[in-house]
Each structure stands twice: as C-alpha cells, then as structure tokens.
C-alpha cells in the first residue's frame, strides 16, 4: 500500500503515442520514456508471469517524480526524466525513502552517462537504460 500522503496515477492519460508531435523538448523526451516504459511493463506482465505497472507520484506541495515503477502492485523505482544531468532533487529522496527506500533513476536524454550516488540514485542516459 502506498503512503496516504501520496497519489499515484496510471500514466497512460498522460502520453501521447506520437511523441514526435510534441514540440517542447523535455516533454518529448518524458513522452518516449513514458511510451518505452509502458511498452516494457505490457512485455513483462505479459511473458514473465508477475503484474507490472507505471504510475506517476505527486505529494500535495505538487512536488512530482515522473514514473513510479510497480511490480506486483508495490513500488519497485522512481523513474525521472531530464534533458541534461542535474542534481537529484529532494522530493525524490524523500518519496523513495517513504516507499521503502526504492530505488531512483534520473534518465537523461544526453548520450554516455552513467554515475551512481549512494546505493540506490543512479544518473543514466536513457539510450542505454532503455536499450
């Protein structure tokens, strides 16, 4: 069960299927990540016999992680989504811990990225997570 001072929501309403069609660059690149994932979670339910899902996570300040990867209907990884490599805000720390210290990935669109932070907040490009 997630905490109650969370809302987690299906991200499918979200997205559009032709991210090529969305002009504003971060928002195409969230859209392809959301559109690869979803595809992945359809894939994996559907062969490996466990329930996938995606979700997004907003706290009531508004704060919000793009994906909440599910497994078994229970959080496995918060999933954001950057242009370039940032720093990984708080709120995410914070809804990781609170959901059992999941694990963070921030996909970036850059291209050769890879730097792990603590155990669990990896900085990945998205080309090679999702490859």
Known sequence: MLWPQFRTRPTLARYLYDWGAIDEPSARFENLVALELLARTELWTESGGEEWGLAFIRNREGKETDFLLLRRRRPFC???????????????????????????????????????????VVIVSASRFLS
């Open 78 to 120: 918060l999933l954001e989504c950057k242009l370039t490599r940032t720093d990984v805000e708080s709120h995410h720390r914070l809804f990781a811990s609170k959901l059992g210290g999941i694990p963070i990935v921030q996909l970036v669109s850059e291209h050769g990225v890879l730097k792990a932070f603590d155990r669990d």
